[in-house]
């Protein structure tokens, strides 16, 4: 009797949300990444002018996450405090096979540094993430220069954790990578046993910042206090995302 009991209040337990950002330059693979990420499937075409926000519900370390993945669009048009002042994790990703994309990232690191969250005063971490290492005779990042650069940007309060991957590797090498800052974000507010609030814009300063960067991933938010709900899982039963269905029935 007990025991069914505290399955049922484990059961009606809400999993705690994750906020994650997937942010880097234009075909530095982020779209393949989190469509690994959520349909185990690698898909090396797909449209790179898209940006939505995806869900995914699963258990880290017996916690229930309600993980919130938003691929962004590398536009200087989009504001980028459209993830600054919403993302828990910033995954930095670049291409080790362009120099070009290393800087960029470097400029992403910079801004995410200098906002540090002036605004926005909750916990957070970075991952600096070299993607498509499967194409290793074109490299033109080293590994040892990924790790100085996440070093760099380091500080005591918040490491940024630096790996390389490819899109192409099994799922749950990808699943286990973009884990990591999350287990690390988990583990810290732990520690600290502390609440992390977030900082909201106004309605109408949403609404404006919406119409005019045309981003309308977020247009069912609701506020409440300390915790964030985007959408609901029922809400997504049968929807994935206008980018993953383009991707599907094209």
């Not at 699963?58 to 536009?75: A, F, G, R």
């Not at 800087?103 to 540094?113: G, K, P, S």
């Not at 991952?127 to 070093?151: C, F, P, T």
Request: charged content about 25%.
């Amino acid at each position: 009797m007990l025991a069914s009991l505290l399955m049922n209040q484990e059961a009606s337990v809400s999993p705690t949300e994750m906020h994650v950002a997937l942010i880097g330059m234009k075909n530095s693979g982020k779209s393949a990444i989190a469509v690994k990420y959520l349909t185990k499937r690698f898909l090396g075409e797909y449209s790179s002018d898209l940006e939505d926000t995806y869900c995914r519900q699963e258990s880290i370390n017996q916690m229930p996450l309600m993980v919130w993945l938003m691929d962004t669009v590398d536009s200087a048009e989009r504001d980028p405090m459209r993830y600054l002042s919403w993302a828990d994790v910033f995954v930095v990703i670049y291409d080790t096979t362009s120099r070009l994309s290393f800087q960029v990232a470097e400029q992403l690191l910079q801004q995410i540094a200098s906002h540090e969250h002036s605004l926005c005063t909750r916990d957070h971490k970075t991952m600096l993430l070299g993607n498509k290492i499967d194409l290793e005779r074109y490299r033109q990042v080293s590994e040892s220069d990924g790790e100085k650069l996440a070093k760099k940007y380091s500080t005591k309060e918040n490491i940024v954790l630096f790996a390389e991957m490819s899109a192409t590797d099994i799922h749950a090498r990808v699943v286990a990578t973009l884990h990591k800052p999350i287990i690390e974000l988990i583990t810290d507010r732990a520690n600290r046993r502390s609440p992390s609030p977030r900082l909201y814009s106004s309605d109408s300063e949403v609404q404006a910042r919406r119409q005019k960067s045309g981003f309308m991933s977020l247009k069912n938010v609701a506020r409440s206090g300390t915790l964030r709900r985007s959408k609901s899982p029922k809400q997504l039963k049968n929807k994935t995302g206008s980018k993953l269905l383009k991707l599907f029935h094209t």
